[in-house]
């Protein structure tokens, strides 16, 4: 077969490629060794302006730079020697009487720099032809112009350590039996990536690059964080000049679900990119406030242990826009409390109180009033050696900050706060010293808000690409924060159903007022994760209407309740199919944080095939796994137990459908 003939000259080609990157690899390290050595043998010597000092670390940082290029593509080709190319196309331009061919991988691949690739990367303009088109009239868009013509045929392959699993022309397009089978395999601890089989639906958002902020509504499974990952990918490949792995943020809900997807894109032969949750960004710029803060997961806990529903009603409150507004209102007026202005006499210069009244409320207005003093300070230092053609030393500046600072009635945010509870009429923060203060999880967004409008917020303008996963689980306050702190492109995927509330918070109503104009929403409806059974039956659960689904079927969800907890680990037990021959992985979701610890500890007593995960944990590993429901998100297992409880409420039932939606193959749901 002709493609089995090109499978061999292609491992021959990348395989002598890669012994001859390994040679340039082992010159460059060479070169840059000698490099240091002449440096530090010459630096002393070297002229006193620092040119040829700068030149020298130039040329050796560019050195360096190329040297990591070479590894990084070398790693890529080495990855390509176990499967290059998963993908063919023939497409006969419209005016020619032969199809050309393209193969396509994970990266291009050419004998040499500027030669007609013999792989093309799946990121490719060709490439789209793949993903987007059946056999027949196609095109897709070259740099140069829109390319028309009709594809004659279309292969797919499956390659492992160089050898041809399948290959197979399909005239269909990617065929659902391949999906299928992609799908029907066992779950791992990591994300996979979906290059062979990305869909026409997702392949549109993966290289959609018009659209500044782009807003992903999908069901349960329908793939959004493998499309947002991909996306990420496509945009380094084509914007290698401005966009640097290292400058995109990915917004996750914890470390577990960080290193669920952090695969992905080195598995892709891009570097990884930096991850993080927002109540950990938020802590560290809280530091100076306050040393601690309770983190969303107090929240729910304190929920499903039955919060007072006007407690419920003010943490809401403090989180909508009415709060914003009334403590825009509050900020107003602030400026009155917050300083007692006079003037100020430094060494000949003086500024009046009435100069200092028109420097504060005036001149300097634009700056937040926090960070105003100091302003006004440096303008007065700048004044000062301008008219004495003198400069001050940094003692005698400290000294008149302090004398400027000295003006404010108080600059604690805390304290501030405070004032902002008392003036709502709300339950004030304790009254207490540094050490011994504590936020609630309500108050921790509107005490970061505040302190950004009393002392500016830092921008974060080396992030040029922000992807925010789980968008329902973050508020309008929570939205606003990220404005002031980003105004760089962004991805924003999640599920409306996923919420963890009895209400389902819709965030695509309010985002355009909070992120403006450039804004595009795109849903996505058919789900690949769960089996037909069990998606079906999370649906009853999130009371959503028919989803549409890879008709993938399985096992009918077994529903049992049992009389004691231990009842139900011992049947647990009895189920899990984890091993050597059976699953990778499998989860028993609980509702609180408490019953997973009993039911790890009753496992444990039986056998130590255990592991647990609760908000200090980094990673899951490979068979049984037991955690709660809010850590599961985003996450997938081949068998999931949910261990519910006999009476439902809006939010246990939430819980349950966000348990449900995690099962691959089998879901069980016992309750006690
Ligand atoms: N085109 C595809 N080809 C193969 N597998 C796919 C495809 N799209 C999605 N999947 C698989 O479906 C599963 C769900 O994908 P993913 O976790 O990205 O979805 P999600 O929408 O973010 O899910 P959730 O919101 O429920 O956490 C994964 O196993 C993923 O590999």
Redesign the pocket.
């Known amino acids: 077969m002709e493609s089995m003939n090109f499978l061999d000259e292609i491992i021959e080609k990348l395989t002598k490629k890669i012994a001859q990157m390994d040679e340039e690899i082992t010159a460059g390290q060479k070169d840059i060794e000698s490099m240091h050595e002449y440096y530090w043998e010459n630096y002393t010597e070297m002229d006193q302006y620092g040119y040829e000092d700068y030149d020298n670390q130039q040329a050796l940082l560019q050195r360096v730079n190329a040297n990591q290029d070479s590894l990084r593509l070398k790693a890529r080709y080495e990855k390509m020697l176990d499967s290059p190319f998963f993908g063919r196309v023939d497409f006969c331009y419209d005016g020619d009487d032969e199809p050309e061919v393209f193969y396509i991988g994970i990266g291009n691949f050419a004998e040499e720099a500027g030669k007609v690739p013999l792989i093309y990367d799946w990121r490719a303009p060709v490439s789209g032809l793949f993903y987007d088109y059946d056999k027949g009239p196609a095109f897709y868009e070259a740099p140069a112009g829109k390319l028309e013509g009709e594809i004659t045929s279309k292969w797919q392959y499956k390659i492992r350590r160089g050898k041809l699993v399948y290959g197979f022309e399909s005239d269909v397009k990617i065929d659902d039996e391949i999906?299928k089978q992609?799908?029907g395999t066992n779950?791992d601890v990591q994300?996979?990536n979906?290059v062979?089989?990305?869909?026409k639906e997702?392949n549109a958002i993966i290289r959609n690059t018009n659209d500044k902020i782009l807003v992903i509504q999908?069901?349960?499974?329908?793939?959004?964080?493998?499309?947002a990952l991909h996306r990420i990918a496509y945009l380094l490949y084509h914007d290698r000049k401005h966009l640097k792995s290292s400058s995109i943020l990915v917004l996750s809900p914890n470390s577990v679900f960080s290193d669920y997807i952090s695969h992905i894109l080195p598995e892709l032969g891009e570097e990884n990119i930096r991850e993080m949750s927002l109540d950990l960004f938020a802590y560290r710029e809280l530091k100076k406030i306050v040393p601690d803060c309770e983190d969303r997961y107090h929240q729910i806990e304190h929920r499903l242990a039955g919060m007072d529903e006007a407690d419920w009603k003010r943490c809401q409150w403090k989180q909508s826009r009415d709060c914003i507004g009334a403590m825009e209102g509050f900020l107003a007026q602030l400026e009155e409390w917050l300083v007692n202005l006079k003037g100020v006499h430094f060494r000949g210069l003086e500024k009046t109180e009435e100069e200092m009244i028109r420097l504060f409320y005036f001149k300097f207005q634009e700056v937040p009033v926090l960070a105003r003093m100091g302003a006004i300070m440096e303008y007065f230092v700048d004044e000062y050696e301008t008219r004495y053609s003198t400069e001050l030393s940094e003692e005698e500046v400290e000294k008149l900050r302090t004398k400027f600072n000295a003006m404010y009635t108080t600059v604690d945010v805390y304290k501030i706060y405070n004032w902002f509870l008392e003036e709502q009429g709300l339950p004030l923060l304790p009254d207490v010293p540094y050490d011994r203060r504590y936020l609630s999880y309500e108050d921790v967004y509107p005490v970061l808000y505040l302190k950004y409008r009393l002392e500016g917020a830092g921008r974060q303008d080396q992030i040029r690409h922000l992807v925010v996963?789980?968008m329902q689980d973050y508020s309008y306050l929570q939205y606003t924060i990220l404005s002031l702190l980003f105004s760089c492109p962004m991805t924003i995927?999640?599920?409306r159903a996923?919420t963890m509330e009895e209400e389902q918070n819709d965030v695509t109503q309010f985002l355009p007022q909070i992120l403006g104009k450039h804004f595009r929403k795109i849903e996505?409806n058919k789900?690949?994760?769960n089996t037909v059974e069990i998606a079906r039956y999370a649906e009853t659960l999130g009371g959503i209407k028919e989803t549409d689904l890879l008709d993938r079927h399985g096992k009918a969800v077994e529903e049992a309740e049992f009389s004691s907890g231990e009842e139900r680990t011992s049947q647990i037990l009895k189920q899990v199919k984890t091993g050597p021959d059976g699953y990778e992985t499998a989860a028993v979701l609980t509702m609180t944080e408490q019953e997973a610890k009993e039911i790890y500890e009753n496992i444990r007593e039986k056998t130590d095939q255990v592991h647990y995960i609760d908000r200090d944990s980094s990673r899951f590993g490979r068979g049984l796994t037991v955690t709660t429901f809010y850590m599961a998100?985003?996450?997938?297992f081949d068998q999931v137990f949910t261990a519910a409880c006999k009476e439902q409420t809006g939010l246990t039932r939430q819980a349950e459908y966000i348990c449900a939606?995690?099962a691959?193959h089998e879901l069980y749901v016992y309750r006690v």
């Not at 999908?218 to 499309?227: C, F, H, Q």
């Open positions: 999906l992609e799908l779950s994300l996979k979906i062979r089989t990305i869909q997702q999908g069901a349960a499974g329908s793939g959004k964080t493998s499309v996963d789980e995927l999640g599920d996923q996505m789900s690949y994760r998100k985003g996450l997938e939606t995690r691959l």
